[in-house]
């Protein structure tokens, strides 16, 4: 017999083609090849016959010929042949609803050895030689209904003719049920004999049939009537019975055999239950297998009246034999049962597969329980197209079970790049996500089986579960393919992500203005980020500061959120609650090292001391402000206060250190303007603070003069300065650190030393607070704010 078998002309049967021989594969029978196929319908001859034969043998053995024990004795060894075959045909193995074929001769032999290995070999063991050398032992001859065994093959015979279109179906489904009641009225006469012919011959008369007159006809010596005779007897008795129309003359004469009338009847009761029920199916039109043959049929009509292509005709037919034969998946047994426990069993059937994924790497558990319950089975032939190179798909797919092929061809290239695709990979990402015609073509190379997500159910998970849209939107970042990586950026997918982001952080905005920190806490365990600006550039934190929530703001501080990020008015949080009074919320920030950082300082503290806010004066210097930092015309707070007659503000800056002797653009000192103004309390009260400013200057000159370091080595004092990384009008750096360094005897080393520690390269230079290039190191003052900028950042500006 050949061993890997070709393939039928069936296109199932194509379908499930052999794979390609290999040593592995040697001596093993396709199930699929025709000379198989030939084989099995010869050994079904032989299975009707033995089911036939084994009652005619076990009731009328004592009148059977030798010819027939002949014929059985050939049978017996045909199935013993049937019996090595089976230990070398592959089968098809079930997994998780999914099919697979297996060629493997240790699988095989097992699987044979645990199914019905056993019954085939008593079948074949020669029960009648065995009864002879047993001394006729009753019992064992009992053993030859074994046999029966081989008429599961007639009814699978029977199921294959059901399914087939071509044989009508009305007829198939008589000629089953009169093959049914056939045997059991058969089988059901040889039993009738065999009780009246293992009596003694002295008893024969007290038998149904020995005690049988037919007319003028006894059959009294029945056991030398001609076989036909007695066997058609012993059927119209069984008959009989079965239909319970009444004996009349035959009837059941002794104990054993109105028992057996009893069972018999009782069973026929069951027997014609069954033989109505499947007439009355066929009348109504109402079996699965009818529903699907009519489905069938249609489907033929259909493609023969427009003039389809065949082809396309068989994989529609493929899909529905396999869809009828495989009824019992998921989403036909699922479909009337309620929600909640359907939802149950659907994560119990998919949530691990969900989690290995990689596209839902790092998901939460919610969301990948949603995915469990919206994802859908699909099954797939060998050969079968499941996304093609042009198509607009709104699904998703992964493969649950089997191997997929990807053939995608990139540009310039003459033929296709094949991925091959297995358990937990997924593809359809180019569609799905970027709403572009799909890239590849991926096509089943064997019987697979897929979960598919509709995008519809995939956007509704996304409003709730957020931050996992976001996870799933990173792990597509590490696709390698930059084309896709493109797309995806362009794609709704991911101005969805964001707009929802905007969305989010407009609604914590939201909650933290109206003080709801319930709310705050869920949208952010919903996925908004507290980080994340609105159209103003505003933080929550910045909200929550200038409303004065104390708890809302230690919340935020708590997860900690950037607490000196300004809006694109430049304002921080720190300064939002100075601003409005808020000294708990000040407290809050500043222990939690938020520092008060203002753009243009100088002209901020003028225009607070114009507006006449002192208490706002108050709080700005008492977190260390420079109360002597200039406006654009070099005039400090104290000239503003000294020119508008502010006493209480002149005090409250010199009290936080402000020069008297600060001159503006014009050589003013804040002292001129109170002469201008002609307050003389407030000339009083400054020329007092000129005297003592410049008592002061004096002494620290004298100090200075007085070292003797400085007047044995003449070296200059050391002064110190602040470097910053970045330049001085880059507002959105401001809040990057900087170092404090000595200043050196040049501006390179300057440079070079604020290299080490900012990471700056030596083609940089100084600029000053205004943004002055500084040359050299004289012109630097102590406790003075430098940037370091290169060439590169300024090219960029």
Avoid at 652 to 668: M, P
Wanted: charged share 25%; hydrophobic share 40%; glycine share 6%.
């Amino acid at each position: 017999m050949q061993t890997i078998m070709d393939n039928s002309h069936s296109s199932f049967t194509r379908c499930c083609a052999a794979p390609t021989p290999t040593r592995r594969h040697r001596f093993l029978i396709h199930p699929h090849n025709r000379w198989y196929l030939l084989w099995k319908h010869f050994i079904l001859i032989w299975a009707i016959y033995s089911s036939f034969f084994t009652p005619m043998e076990f009731g009328f053995f004592r009148g059977l010929p030798n010819n027939i024990f002949l014929l059985d004795i050939a049978g017996q060894l045909v199935f013993l042949m049937d019996m090595v075959v089976q230990f070398l045909v592959g089968y098809h193995e079930v997994h998780s609803n999914s099919l697979s074929l297996v060629l493997d001769h240790y699988k095989i032999a097992v699987r044979y050895l645990k199914s019905r290995f056993v019954f085939d070999l008593l079948a074949c063991l020669p029960w009648d030689f065995i009864y002879k050398r047993t001394n006729n032992n009753e019992l064992l001859r009992s053993l030859l209904w074994i046999r029966l065994a081989r008429a599961s093959r007639v009814t699978q015979f029977l199921d294959t003719l059901e399914k087939d279109t071509r044989i009508n179906y009305l007829f198939t489904r008589i000629l089953k049920l009169f093959v049914v009641e056939l045997y059991c009225t058969h089988s059901a006469a040889c039993i009738f004999y065999y009780l009246a012919t293992t009596l003694p011959s002295s008893q024969e008369g007290y038998t149904w049939i020995g005690s049988l007159k037919m007319g003028d006809y006894a059959y009294s010596d029945f056991r030398h009537i001609d076989l036909w005779k007695r066997y058609v007897t012993s059927l119209y008795f069984a008959v009989v019975t079965m239909a319970t129309v009444g004996y009349g003359e035959i009837h059941a004469v002794n104990v054993r055999e109105m028992i057996f009338v009893m069972v018999y009847v009782s069973f026929d009761m069951i027997l014609g239950a069954y033989l109505l029920g499947n007439m009355t199916a066929l009348i109504v039109k109402g079996s699965k297998t009818e529903r699907f043959r009519d489905k069938m049929s249609d489907i033929s009509k259909f493609f023969d009246k427009n003039k389809l292509d065949s082809q396309i005709c068989h994989q529609i037919k493929d899909h529905l034999r396999l869809k009828y034969d495989r009824s019992y998946n998921g989403s036909f047994i699922l479909q009337e049962i309620p929600t909640t426990i359907r939802k149950k069993i659907s994560i119990s059937m998919y949530e691990q597969f969900i989690q290995k994924v990689s596209l839902f790497k790092g998901c939460s558990s919610g969301f990948i329980k949603q995915i469990a319950t919206k994802v859908e089975e699909e099954f797939f032939l060998p050969g079968e197209l499941v996304t093609e190179e042009g198509d607009v798909a709104d699904k998703l797919y992964f493969v649950y079970h089997g191997e997929m092929r990807e053939m995608m061809r990139e540009e310039g290239d003459t033929e296709d790049n094949t991925i091959t695709l297995h358990t937990y990979s997924s593809f359809g990402h180019v569609s799905f996500f970027c709403n572009i015609p799909q890239s590849s073509t991926v096509e089943a190379h064997e019987f697979c089986k897929v979960l598919r997500l509709d995008k519809k159910s995939f956007t509704e998970i996304l409003k709730i579960y957020f931050l996992d849209g976001r996870v799933v939107l990173n792990n597509l970042r590490e696709v390698k393919d930059l084309n896709f990586q493109r797309k995806l950026l362009l794609s709704d997918f991911n101005l969805t992500i964001g707009s929802m982001e905007i969305e989010l952080a407009t609604r914590l905005n939201c909650a933290a203005h109206d003080g709801h920190l319930d709310l705050v806490k869920r949208l952010i365990g919903f996925g908004a980020d507290p980080n994340k600006t609105d159209y103003d550039g505003r933080t929550p934190l910045h909200i929550s500061a200038s409303k004065g929530y104390v708890d809302i703001s230690s919340y935020l501080v708590e997860l900690g959120v950037c607490i000196d990020t300004a809006d694109k008015f430049g304002t921080t949080p720190l300064l939002e609650a100075l601003k409005n009074g808020h000294e708990d919320v000040a407290s809050v920030l500043v222990n939690a090292g938020a520092i008060l950082a203002i753009e243009d300082v100088g002209n901020f503290l003028c225009t607070t001391v114009a507006r006449k806010e002192f208490d706002f004066l108050k709080r700005v210097l008492a977190c260390g402000i420079n109360p002597n930092a200039k406006n654009y015309d070099q005039r400090t707070p104290l000239h503003i206060a000294a020119s508008e007659g502010f006493f209480t503000m002149v005090e409250l800056l010199l009290v936080a250190g402000a020069s008297v002797l600060s001159k503006d653009r014009w050589g003013n000192t804040p002292l001129h303007e109170a002469h201008t103004g002609g307050n003389r309390n407030m000339i009083k009260l400054l020329e007092v603070a000129k005297v003592s400013q410049l008592a002061e200057l004096s002494d620290n000159i004298h100090e200075i003069q007085a070292t003797p370091v400085l007047q044995s080595t003449n070296e200059i004092p050391k002064k110190r300065c602040t470097v910053y990384p970045f330049h001085p009008w880059d507002h959105k750096a401001g809040k990057r650190e900087g170092v404090v360094l000595w200043v050196p005897q040049s501006i390179q080393e300057l440079i070079k030393e604020a290299g080490k520690h900012l990471e700056t390269t030596n083609n940089s230079y100084i600029l000053s607070e205004e943004g002055g290039k500084v040359l050299y190191v004289d012109m630097i003052n102590n406790d003075e704010k430098l940037f370091v900028v290169s060439e590169a950042q300024n090219e960029v500006r």
